[in-house]
């Protein structure tokens, strides 16, 4: 099983459509999770932390389930300005880099 | 503004040439980390150091070298070993504990076969 797994897409989703993408981790004794935003052509760019109680930010909620361990991204409202490569990031115990999934492609269409 | 800076922002090389790729922060970051993005592709990892003159492989090392020599400094050489170099090279930094903090990137060099 890999360590970090999401679907690849692409999800064409209608302006103001909501959508949601998961992503599992393999390692249950992973602490810390984030999910980056890459633009085609560029760098990833933090998007948000995840947290255990879960949290949100304006149009966007991550959530984290450690049981079923995974960790989900909703955003609400689509924009067009959203169509981007999403990347879920989980560490791994020890003093060992953060493990990047492949990501999950988003296009938002008017 | 702090930040990590990445040159050149486009690099060719030749055939059995070296090239080096420079990477700076002044995040007073303690980790630095490169990766390659393949079109289409993830992130892979091919070396990261967690302090000065330290460094260790990461999962794609084969035909890179690196050095940290300054904390704020973390070039990688892409050599004639590496066959099929062409691709994009991401830098990041974060702070201490290496697998707990969020990563920063630069905005990456694309690298060329002539």
């Known amino acids: 099983r890999k360590e970090v797994e999401q679907d690849p897409g692409p999800f064409n989703v209608p302006e103001g459509a909501t959508v949601a993408f998961n992503c599992t981790y393999s390692?249950?004794?992973?602490?810390?999770f984030f999910w980056y935003r890459q633009d085609c052509r560029k760098e990833p760019k933090l998007l948000m932390s995840?947290?255990?109680s879960g949290n949100e930010d304006g149009r966007f909620t991550a959530q984290l389930n450690r049981a079923s361990q995974y960790i989900s991204l909703l955003i609400r409202d689509s924009k067009l300005s959203d169509s981007a490569t999403y990347l879920c990031?989980?560490?791994?115990?020890?003093?060992?880099?953060?493990?990047f999934g492949k990501g999950t492609r988003l296009s938002v269409i008017a | 503004d702090g930040g990590i800076t990445q040159s050149p922002k486009y690099l060719f090389r030749k055939e059995g040439q070296n090239v080096t790729l420079s990477c700076e922060q002044n995040?007073?970051?303690?980790?630095m980390y490169w990766y390659r993005q393949d079109p289409g592709q993830g992130l892979r990892l091919i070396y990261y150091?967690?302090?000065?003159?330290?460094?260790q492989k990461g999962d794609i090392a084969e035909g890179y070298s690196v050095s940290r020599e300054k904390k704020e400094s973390f070039p990688l050489t892409v050599t004639s070993a590496q066959k099929n170099p062409t691709a994009f090279y991401l830098c990041?930094?974060?702070?201490?504990?290496?697998?707990?903090?969020?990563?920063?990137f630069g905005d990456g060099t694309r690298l060329s076969i002539l």
């Open positions: 990041a930094s974060s702070s201490v504990n290496v697998g707990n903090q969020p990563q920063h």
């Open positions: 390692n249950s004794a992973s602490q810390s």
């Open positions: 995840v947290y255990s």
């Open positions: 990031v989980v560490n791994t115990p020890g003093n060992t880099p953060l493990v």
């Open positions: 995040l007073n970051h303690d980790a």
């Open positions: 150091s967690q302090i000065v003159n330290d460094f």
